[in-house]
């Protein structure tokens, strides 16, 4: 099975910041990742699918990028309303596997 | 408009059994990929099971052998039979559909299922 490392856990930035998550994949799974927003209490949200594709109605300030084994998600300023826990998974083989996520909390 | 809606989940003690359902609006759950994965209190993401267009399941190895997914075509809704559960199935679980390939774009709301004596 696939096994997805995201770091950092736990993140805390300001509003305006530059920040970059990151994913690793035990093994290559070429660019089949995608990323997710959860916000507590709420189903997360697709923001990213084939690793660098933006899902309609997600804002530009989102980004990723990656292939094979290392991927990142970027938020090029960050919003209030950005604040929330991320989450990694790859859909290359079954079990479609998450990473652990990572809380980006307010500094 | 796409809509999932859970249903199902509750308190029962280990060992017993419980059947999740998810009714499905907007789409037919034959057309594409249909998925569980939950989310134990305060912890992350885990994906449970998925269902694919032609039918075949695949589950997560906690869930293997106790756990089945399955659709009703005529009903359009999914479900999940839940056997032999233990204290750590204990989650929310989220029905959720793909309508591209695998990463999954629309969610329910989520039941919770608590195993406890």
């Known amino acids: 099975d696939i096994q997805m490392t995201q770091s950092p856990s736990s993140l805390s930035a300001s509003v305006g910041d530059r920040v970059t998550i990151t994913c690793r994949a035990s093994?290559?799974?070429?660019?089949?990742l995608n990323w997710y927003q959860q916000k507590p209490g709420k189903a997360p949200k697709l923001l990213i699918y084939d690793a660098s594709s933006l899902q309609s109605g997600v804002p530009s300030r989102f980004s990723g990028s990656g292939s094979g084994t290392d991927f990142t998600l970027t938020i090029s300023s960050l919003q209030p309303e950005d604040f929330a826990t991320y989450y990694c998974q790859q859909s290359y083989s079954t079990p479609y596997a998450f990473g652990q996520g990572t809380k980006l909390e307010i500094k | 408009e796409v809509q999932l809606v859970e249903s199902g989940g509750g308190l029962i003690q280990p060992g017993g059994s419980l059947r999740l359902s998810c009714a499905a609006s907007g789409f037919t759950v034959s057309s594409n990929y249909m998925t569980w994965v939950r989310q134990a209190p305060g912890k992350g993401l885990e994906w449970v099971s998925v269902?694919?267009?032609?039918?075949?399941?695949y589950y997560a190895d906690s869930v293997k052998g106790r756990f089945t997914i399955s659709r009703d075509n005529s009903n359009n809704t999914l479900y999940l039979q839940m056997n032999s559960l233990r204290t750590e199935d204990t989650a929310v679980y989220f029905c959720a559909y793909s309508s591209g390939y695998a990463s999954i774009d629309y969610w329910g709301q989520g039941t919770l299922v608590t195993v406890s004596s």
């Open positions: 093994q290559s799974i070429s660019t089949y």
């Open positions: 269902i694919y267009r032609g039918g075949t399941p």
